[in-house]
């Protein structure tokens, strides 16, 4: 599976636009780009998942250029809850043995 | 429903004692996930089963560590004997069908001392 590369930490404050980039130059054409979200003292909660191009959803967008070797994770107009630590996966697409494996994580704190 | 369902939430014990973590996954997912998170190493999988059968289970410590998961609604991750750097926070997570949505339980804290 392609190896993902995210920041190690980002500080916003509320009501500002996020964009958290992931890297993952190695993606293969089966894949799919899949991100997490996780609060203290609780189990990563997935946010939302795409293939290419942009995808958004009640939470939060996620564009994917042509090339797809990155992605970035757009949180619109973030609150202090918001503040978690942001995961970025690369899974095999379709498969029995697809496991998901979770790299350091990107941990945005949002101030007021 | 009611989620990923783990127990016990917590767990203190002494070294070289046995330990024994529940999971119930959500009804009708084929997928269940065992992870254990640590600040220094963050998330890690552990072993995970698909339809019962155990995949792939290259992230397991070592032989004090085990998994079942005898039928589709129930997996138990054992440690023996337990050690203080087996301590942890282990997740158990499932899903339904080869998605990249895992559903995560609150997690079983483990202390050993």
């Known amino acids: 599976l392609a190896k993902t590369t995210q920041p190690i930490s980002m500080d916003s404050y509320e009501g500002q636009e996020v964009n958290i980039t992931c890297s993952h130059n190695n993606i293969a054409t089966n894949d799919y780009i899949t991100w997490y979200q996780q609060f203290p003292s609780q189990g990563p909660r997935f946010i939302i998942q795409g293939y290419k191009t942009k995808v958004t959803n009640e939470v939060a967008s996620l564009f994917i250029p042509a090339d797809r070797k990155s992605s970035t994770l757009s949180l619109p107009r973030v609150s202090l809850s918001d503040t978690a630590v942001y995961y970025c996966?690369?899974?095999?697409?379709?498969?029995?043995?697809?496991?998901?494996?979770f790299g350091k994580g990107t941990t945005l704190s949002v101030s007021s | 429903d009611a989620g990923v369902i783990q127990s016990p939430r917590h767990e203190v014990t002494e070294m070289g004692q046995e330990v024994t973590l529940r999971c119930k996954p959500i009804?009708?997912?084929?997928?269940l996930f065992w992870y254990r998170q640590t600040m220094m190493r963050g998330l890690e999988l552990l072993i995970y089963f698909n339809n019962n059968v155990p995949i792939d289970d290259s992230g397991m410590p070592e032989d004090r560590f085990s998994a079942k998961m005898p039928n589709a609604s129930f997996s138990t991750l054992k440690i023996q004997p337990s050690e203080p750097r087996d301590s942890a926070v282990y997740f158990c997570?499932?899903?339904?069908?080869?998605?990249?949505?895992?559903?995560f339980g609150e997690g079983s804290r483990l202390t050993v001392l």
């Open positions: 997570a499932s899903r339904e069908g080869y998605t990249g949505e895992l559903f």
């Open positions: 996966l690369v899974r095999r697409g379709n498969q029995a043995g697809t496991a998901l494996i």
């Open positions: 009804s009708g997912h084929n997928s």
